[in-house]
T-cell receptor, first 112, second 114 residues
Framework: GDSVTQMEGPVTLSEEAFLTINCTYTATGYPSLFWYVQYPGEGLQLLLKATKADDKGSNKGFEATYRKETTSFHLEKGSVQVSDSAVYFCALRSGGSYIPTFGRGTSLIVHP | SAVISQKPSRDICQRGTSLTIQCQVDSQVTMMFWYRQQPGQSLTLIATANQGSEATYESGFVIDKFPISRPNLTFSTLTVSNMSPEDSSIYLC???????????FGPGTRLTVL
């Protein structure tokens, strides 16, 4: 079945540091890939998505590229802010299914 | 995108009681989903609710424990029945956007059972 593996957290960074959160997946066919963010005390918000190989999703300075050859969708940001502190979830949705498969989430803590 | 609201945002309940969570969407949607997020964990799908039909429950979840209503295309409720401390979780409502291939989530209901 489909699965998503994320790097374990927490990831702790200083403000303005470079961020990478690794995400790899196993799926049949050609899934759509997503990153969701959950800020403290809130629900999940869609951060970015990519629907086919080599697509790059981007939003709020975050980027992720759909790499079919390595089955990866790593999240990156060049310069993190304290306000980026949150839990980040990688997810996929295989064609024909309404139900995404989520990773376990990676907590990001950014210190001033 | 869809705007989703949930009530209550949080509650503290006594074991053996029941709580009904409401989910309201600002547009008509065919499918609504209920998830549970236990502390420090990822999301687990409880059930899928279509208007006009019985909800479809995932393995490990049953209607007697988590009855769901879906009276129209913009509203759903999830009841957590006969609660125990193990039911302490965040419960999230979600909808599928048919045009963008994306799920959108409500802010969640934080439930603590004592």
């Amino acid at each position: 079945g489909d699965s998503v593996t994320q790097m374990e957290g927490p990831v702790t960074l200083s403000e303005e540091a470079f961020l990478t959160i690794n995400c790899t997946y196993t799926a049949t066919g050609y899934p759509s890939l997503f990153w969701y963010v959950q800020y403290p005390g809130e629900g999940l918000q869609l951060l970015l998505k990519a629907t086919k190989a080599d697509d790059k999703g981007s939003n709020k300075g975050f980027e992720a590229t759909y790499r079919k050859e390595t089955t990866s969708f790593h999240l990156e940001k060049g310069s993190v802010q304290v306000s980026d502190s949150a839990v980040y979830f990688c997810a996929l949705r295989s064609g024909g299914s309404y139900i995404p498969t989520f990773g376990r989430g990676t907590s990001l803590i950014v210190h001033p | 995108s869809a705007v989703i609201s949930q009530k209550p945002s949080r509650d503290i309940c006594q074991r053996g009681t029941s709580l009904t969570i409401q989910c309201q969407v600002d547009s008509q949607v065919t499918m609504m989903f209920w998830y549970r997020q236990q502390p420090g964990q990822s999301l687990t799908l409880i059930a899928t609710a279509n208007q006009g039909s019985e909800a479809t429950y995932e393995s490990g979840f049953v209607i007697d424990k988590f009855p769901i209503s879906r009276p129209n295309l913009t509203f759903s409720t999830l009841t957590v029945s006969n609660m125990s401390p193990e039911d302490s979780s965040i419960y999230l409502c979600s909808v599928e956007s048919g045009t963008t291939d994306t799920q959108y989530f409500g802010p969640g209901t934080r439930l603590t059972v004592l």
